[in-house]
């Protein structure tokens, strides 16, 4: 494996086995390494929370704070590592159990038949959305979109949910997407399930900009922003408030900005064709590929 491939398991173990991830990544430094001190601390703080949590002397906002804050830890050592750290020999074989994580990213079985379109409201996405809408139901196909299909009361985060599960999901990419959290969670339950590349048909606006790696950057610092942002906002309150929501959106902006990168690069190595081809066709190469199958 090299480096960047190392980084990119471990980052996404992070999110699913936080003590695994730390397991992993202690067994893969060099005996040298800078990080073996700082790493057995991080194990010891998570022994010790773990402990906690079965005494059932901590509160859930409390457990989840900790938990944010060792993420967050282990992540910035992860994206700090050098080769010189790294016991390459050990780390080769650090897939082995690959069969074990595909079975938990993909503990959700994916059974929707519709097509779903993930898009921020307003503005030039949602009149694509409108075009594109007519265009496909048009052609006989079942386009599930919110502003139709959520319905009166109807829970957001479960729709979004549902998106992530389907088995074809058009997304309409614009820098308000990307800054969205509920677009970026939409895009991370799609992500989190198998076969992403497969399941999505990206359309790709010309304000997302990602085809630069600056711009990807500028994206990530955005979200690093927003997680302190949040972070510092929950510690202001006063002691003893339910902050446990919060804490969810805190942790879900975390796995945006842990995955972001990987998503980014996925969408922008795809050729997407640009809104004006695809309006231009009356999206007929896109009713094409969504017919398939």
């Not at 780390?91 to 503990?107: E, K, P, T, Y």
């Not at 979200?223 to 959106?249: F, H, P, Y």
Request: with cysteine; net charge negative; charged share 25%.
């Amino acid at each position: 494996m090299t480096l960047a491939e190392i980084k990119k398991y471990l980052n996404s173990l992070v999110i699913q086995d936080l003590g695994k991830a730390l397991k992993k990544f202690e067994s893969i430094l060099s005996s040298d390494s800078n990080y073996s001190s700082a790493i057995l601390l991080q194990q010891a703080n998570y022994n010790r929370l773990k402990k906690e949590i079965t005494q059932e002397t901590l509160s859930s906002s409390n457990v989840n704070l900790r938990t944010n804050k060792l993420t967050a830890g282990l992540l910035g050592m992860i994206d700090d590592l050098d080769e010189e750290d790294v016991d390459m020999i050990v780390a080769a074989n650090l897939s082995s159990d690959s069969g074990q994580q595909d079975s938990v990213s993909s503990a959700i079985a994916i059974s929707n038949s519709g097509i779903y379109i993930s898009y921020a409201w307003g503005g030039e996405s949602e009149k694509i959305v409108d075009l594109l809408d007519t265009e496909l139901q048009g052609r006989n196909l079942k386009v599930i979109r919110d502003k139709r299909d959520l319905g009166y009361k109807g829970s957001i985060t479960e729709f979004m949910k549902d998106i992530g599960k389907g088995n074809k999901v058009i997304v309409i990419i614009s820098k308000k997407y990307l800054e969205s959290e509920n677009c970026m969670f939409e895009l991370t339950q799609v992500y989190e399930n198998k076969d992403f590349a497969k399941r999505i048909f990206p359309i790709i606006l010309a304000d997302a900009d990602i085809y630069k790696p600056l711009n990807r950057i500028n994206y990530i610092k955005y979200w690093d922003g927003k997680i302190q942002e949040l972070d510092e906002a929950i510690k202001s309150l006063e002691r003893g408030t339910d902050v446990l929501d919060l804490n969810r959106e805190l942790n879900n902006y975390g796995k945006i900005r842990v995955l972001f990168s990987d998503i980014a690069f996925i969408l922008k190595d795809m050729n997407t064709l640009s809104p004006e081809i695809h309006q231009g066709q009356k999206f007929d190469t896109l009713y094409q590929m969504l017919s398939r199958g």
